[in-house]
């Protein structure tokens, strides 16, 4: 049986907000957030230049816990579990790696922001996102970000 959410996190608004939906999940369905963290491998012709393999990675590792710190602490006092994950590649590929790979089954969900990053890509989905929703193995939950915290005024009541 498919267990466990599967959290991309780049540190942007919107994985925040799938990040509480994650949590809202998990703990209903007594289950695991999967954080999971993507870095660049940063192995280019100039890269290799001016630093060694040994550098890259602690780069990457020192890049990951920035990036996943502030969702360790969320998760912490959410009392949900959790399992953090790094991974180097082009994230949409160890997205959905990830996804296939958790288990014989895979994992239940994918619960990801709607946009990451990069502000220069999409205005409602990012590249990112919509491959994974056209590649995933299982369903995936596009958490929009709402900048106002506040909810709408229902109907008045006398």
């Not at 999971?36 to 990675?57: C, D, M, R, S, W």
């Amino acid at each position: 049986m498919k267990r466990n959410i599967l959290l991309p996190f780049d540190g942007s608004t919107n994985a925040i907000a799938a990040l509480q939906q994650a949590i809202i999940l998990a703990k209903a369905l007594d289950e695991e957030v999967i954080l999971l963290n993507v870095q660049p491998t940063f192995h280019t012709a100039h890269t290799k230049l001016f630093f060694n393999e040994n550098e890259i990675h602690e780069y990457q590792l020192q890049l990951c816990q920035e990036t996943a710190d502030p969702a360790i602490q969320i998760l912490k006092d959410s009392g949900a579990s959790f399992e953090v994950r790094l991974r180097v590649g082009v994230p949409k590929d160890i997205i959905v790696q990830e996804a296939s790979r958790e288990g014989e089954d895979g994992v239940r969900l994918i619960v990801m922001g709607s946009r990451g990053l990069n502000p220069i890509i999409g205005a409602f989905l990012g590249t990112t996102s919509y491959g994974v929703l056209q590649e995933a193995p299982c369903p995936v939950l596009i958490v929009p970000y709402r900048e106002t915290e506040e909810p709408e005024a229902g109907p008045q009541l006398p």
